[in-house]
């Protein structure tokens, strides 16, 4: 069975402008969830989907926001990039519905300067 | 469950020991834990999980034990190969949400 996959694998922003992660869960996970991972500040959840709706949320800025499609895959896009933005944005799937194992893919490596 | 700190504690191990790596977690009414595995480079990789109805779960060359009493979860690794290298964090689920530990750096000396 395929993992978790990613893309891009690495991006380089400039401040201000704008950026869109993609993630495409296990087959048959329906729940997506995101997380930052800073050396400073260890993972931290940033939002959940689950069929298509946000199911939760973590204490982000409105400028992080993210959709599901109908087939699980899942989009995260962070508006007006800062430089604190450079992170690794880490995505993982879970069949959802009490099953809760969640895998994680690859992770998107964002640069913002 | 709040991931706190840029210096990762380190446990250097020799090969073929076993190693514990521990983990406190802090909201009591979390339900699910999970321990996970990551090489530089890469993202976290499942290794094993434990619902807080048990004490013990045991997988290959891996054992996770759940202390609720004092909040406590710790990771065994039987016979600690070079390939066990990595950091290692412990996640709990609180209300739908995962919080991660800030992770232990693990070093298998040959």
């Known amino acids: 069975k395929a993992g978790v996959t990613q893309t891009p694998r690495y991006l380089i922003k400039t401040r201000g402008q704008q950026v869109t992660l993609s993630c495409s869960p296990i087959?048959?996970?329906?729940?997506v969830s995101w997380y930052q991972q800073t050396p400073g500040q260890g993972l931290q959840f940033l939002f959940e989907?689950?069929?298509?709706?946000?199911?939760n949320k973590g204490n982000f800025p409105g400028r992080f926001s993210g959709r599901q499609f109908s087939n699980s895959r899942s989009e995260m896009n962070v508006s007006t990039l800062e430089l604190g933005d450079s992170a690794l944005y880490l995505c993982?799937?879970?069949f959802g519905g009490g099953v809760y194992e969640q895998y994680f893919g690859p992770g998107t490596r964002l640069t913002v300067t | 469950g709040e991931s706190v700190g840029l210096h990762l504690p380190t446990l250097s191990v020799q090969e073929g020991d076993n190693s514990i790596i521990n983990c406190a977690y802090s909201n009591s009414a979390s339900d699910y834990f999970i321990w996970y595995k990551q090489e530089s480079g890469k993202g976290p990789q499942f290794i094993i999980d434990?619902?807080?109805?048990?004490d013990k779960r045991q997988g290959q060359r891996v054992t996770v034990l759940l202390n609720k009493t004092v909040k406590h979860l710790s990771l065994q690794i039987a016979a600690t190969q070079p390939g066990d290298s990595a950091v290692y964090f412990c996640a709990e689920r609180d209300f739908n949400k995962f919080y991660f530990g800030s992770g232990t750096k693990l070093n298998v000396k040959p």
């Open positions: 989907y689950f069929s298509e709706t946000q199911r």
């Open positions: 434990i619902r807080s109805n048990m």
């Open positions: 993982a799937s879970s």
């Open positions: 087959s048959g996970h329906r729940s």
